[in-house]
């Protein structure tokens, strides 16, 4: 357990239905990333903030999807009329400071199938 | 384009055989690579980290090395252990902002009796 908890771990849900995943950092960490791992792959940065500001959002990041830090600590991940393509693994990950040595320490996962 | 490229794409290797894994990448500007162990299911967990000026790092039967020339890095797993059994990734940090990181699309290592 890396103190990183993302609910729900699994979710299906069909074509056109909206999702929103949550993501819980390790609490002092200020940066908090998520990221879309499909199956033989490896994770895709999608977006990161600091704090509570969003900095940067990934092409990868259509305008379905929405993601918020309101107030610097959980993740909320959105997914709005969902599509069998956005069938994956979202990892969420945090890490303390702008350091790039410093560890970014990744949840469990929500694993989304569309049906 | 950034790109990490990992070979093999799988591996199964007997219990207690060790076994070495390659990591090439063109990343730039570069800032620091690691080693991440997947279990199925899991999120990666990190086993190292070398910066540019660092050849080797280990971590316990885990030794990584890393050649900033040749943008090579390789994972080795001494006596292998069931529990070995997972995906490893190798993942590049960019210096550039949000210190995002790119990632391998993994070797998938079988450890069997």
């Known amino acids: 357990d890396t103190g990183v908890s993302q609910d729900p771990r699994h979710k299906i849900t069909k074509r056109g239905q909206n999702v929103t995943f949550r993501c819980d950092p390790i609490?002092?960490?200020?940066?908090l990333y998520w990221y879309r791992q499909t199956l033989g792959q490896g994770p895709e940065f999608l977006t990161y903030?600091?704090?509570?500001?969003?900095?940067?959002k990934s092409r990868l990041l259509s305008d379905r999807f929405s993601a918020e830090r309101p107030k610097g600590s959980f993740s909320t991940l959105e997914i709005q009329r969902t599509e069998q393509g956005d069938s994956a693994m979202y990892l969420c990950?945090?890490?303390?400071?702008?350091?790039?040595?410093?560890?970014?320490?990744f949840g469990p996962g929500t694993r989304l199938t569309v049906l | 384009k950034n790109q990490v490229e990992q070979s093999p794409q799988s591996l199964i290797i007997l219990e207690g055989k060790n076994c070495t894994l390659q990591c090439n990448y063109t990343v730039s500007p570069f800032s620091n690579l690691r080693w991440y162990k997947q279990d199925t299911g899991r999120g990666p967990v990190s086993l190292t980290i070398m910066t540019f000026s660092e050849n080797t790092k280990s971590n316990g039967r885990y030794t990584a090395t890393l050649d900033a020339d040749t943008k090579q890095s390789s994972l080795h797993i001494t006596a292998s252990q069931l529990s070995d059994s997972a995906s490893y990734i190798c993942v590049v940090t960019h210096t550039g902002g949000g210190n995002k990181l790119t990632f391998g699309t993994g070797t998938q290592l079988k450890v069997e009796l």
């Open positions: 990950a945090s890490s303390l400071g702008t350091i790039s040595y410093n560890e970014q320490f």
């Open positions: 609490s002092e960490h200020n940066r």
């Open positions: 903030f600091q704090n509570e500001a969003q900095l940067e």
